[in-house]
């Protein structure tokens, strides 16, 4: 099946700086990204779905100023937590559908460990 | 929220034994999955059902899909202490985006 990897696996920052999370697909191009936060415990919600070339779209309740998303090309989508706090320590997970196989399944990243000190 | 129902919200069973989750969704689907997610790790993909389907198997997975109530289960036959995870069914909501249930936390005990 198709392969989405993250980078970094996990990362610790202090409180006010910011930090960049990488979702590939491997071995598709995927014009669209989805980018979920997983607190622990409980379920995953969705943040925003990253579209190659244009702006991101937001959940409701998601701040677009702090959760920067860049999908600059059909493999490379990005996530920057900026100004990081000790509330965005969280599990952050990507996923990306192969627009060229007639399936609805979503492949996953193996997500980000996000703590904030 | 359109974020669907899973039950029950935890589940101890001894090994051996089946394991049965359930989900209930709000709107009309085309498809729904079920993924498993082990302690702090990714998700894996068991299954997907399409919603001409009533029922689908894989190995001891074993899927049922009902439109009418708007609900889906999820079977392992003869659990193992693998199994132990946590499981999600999941299904696009009206803008297509897939949204995920509560989940529900499996604990198989020796």
């Known amino acids: 099946g198709a392969v989405v990897s993250q980078h970094p696996s996990w990362v610790i920052c202090k409180s006010g700086t910011s930090v960049k999370i990488e979702c590939r697909s491997l071995d598709f191009q995927a014009t669209t990204m989805f980018w979920y936060r997983q607190f622990p415990k409980q379920s995953l919600m969705l943040m925003a779905t990253?579209?190659?070339?244009?702006?991101?779209?937001?959940e409701q309740g998601v701040e677009k100023d702090k959760f920067l998303i860049n999908h600059a090309s059909l493999t490379l989508s990005t996530l920057t937590v900026t100004s990081a706090h000790p509330e965005d320590s969280s599990f952050y997970i990507c996923?990306?559908?192969?627009?060229?196989?007639?399936?609805?399944?979503?492949?996953f990243g193996p997500g980000t460990r996000l703590t904030v000190t | 929220s359109q974020q669907g129902e899973e039950d029950p919200q935890a589940l101890s069973i001894q090994e051996g034994e089946n394991a049965t989750m359930n989900c209930s969704y709000k709107?009309?689907?085309?498809?729904l999955q079920w993924y498993r997610q082990n302690s702090g790790r990714g998700l894996v993909h068991l299954i997907l059902i399409r919603s001409n389907e009533r029922e689908k198997h894989s190995g001891r997975l074993r899927v049922t899909l009902d439109t009418s109530k708007k609900s889906s289960s999820l079977l392992i036959t003869a659990s193992r202490a693998a199994d132990t995870a946590s499981y999600f069914c999941a299904y696009p909501n009206r803008d297509d985006k897939i949204i995920f249930g509560k989940g529900t936390r499996l604990h198989i005990l020796p």
């Open positions: 990253s579209n190659e070339g244009s702006k991101a779209t937001y």
């Open positions: 996923s990306a559908i192969d627009p060229w196989t007639n399936s609805y399944e979503q492949y």
């Open positions: 709107t009309s689907i085309n498809n």
